[in-house]
């Protein structure tokens, strides 16, 4: 009976860390591995409940977009100018650099903080889930200072 409880709640912390992981690589592709990718500088230049948009300066060669938007949450204010990258098939832009690094991998930090008490309290590893809650609060508050 022990060894099944263990090893349902390892699957359990796992399922939390592999969906954070697998959550938060939709945007993170982008910012990891920007080679082949349009980058960009994006102004702010209004913003609804969700997204904001705004004028779109390539630096490489023209492109087909004037325009793009961005996730209301890394667009600080009206007139900023950003670091972006343009998803591909899309008019959404992803922030780069470490705030828009961070930013991503956002999901990843909460499904850590998450599985640390399964793992604490459920494995009895008490030092693998400190350092879990470590790192997803760390990401966490490194995403939110560098924003």
């Given at each position: 009976?022990?060894?099944?409880?263990?090893?349902?709640?390892?699957?359990?912390?796992?399922?939390?860390?592999?969906?954070?992981?697998?959550?938060?690589?939709?945007?993170?592709?982008?910012?990891?591995?920007?080679?082949?990718?349009?980058?960009?500088?994006?102004?702010?230049?209004?913003?609804?409940?969700?997204?904001?948009?705004?004028?779109?300066?390539?630096?490489?060669?023209?492109?087909?977009?004037?325009?793009?938007?961005?996730?209301?949450?890394?667009?600080?204010?009206?007139?900023?100018?950003?670091?972006?990258?343009?998803?591909?098939?899309?008019d959404e832009a992803v922030r780069t650099g470490w705030?828009?690094?961070?930013?991503?991998?956002?999901?990843?930090?909460?499904?850590?903080?998450?599985?640390?008490?399964?793992?604490?309290?459920?494995?009895?590893?008490?030092?693998?889930?400190?350092?879990?809650?470590?790192?997803?609060?760390?990401?966490?508050?490194?995403?939110?200072?560098?924003?």
């Open positions: 009976m022990n060894h099944a409880r263990n090893a349902a709640m390892a699957l359990v912390a796992l399922l939390l860390v592999v969906a954070g992981v697998w959550s938060s690589w939709e945007t993170a592709q982008h910012v990891l591995l920007p080679k082949g990718r349009e980058h960009g500088t994006l102004t702010v230049t209004g913003c609804d409940e969700e997204t904001c948009s705004g004028r779109y300066v390539p630096e490489g060669p023209a492109s087909p977009h004037a325009s793009l938007r961005i996730e209301h949450s890394v667009a600080a204010a009206k007139g900023q100018t950003l670091p972006v990258v343009v998803k591909p098939g899309t705030g828009g690094g961070l930013h991503a991998w956002l999901p990843l930090g909460g499904a850590l903080l998450l599985a640390a008490p399964v793992v604490g309290g459920g494995l009895r590893m008490t030092r693998t889930a400190w350092s879990a809650a470590g790192l997803g609060g760390a990401l966490l508050l490194g995403a939110f200072f560098a924003l």
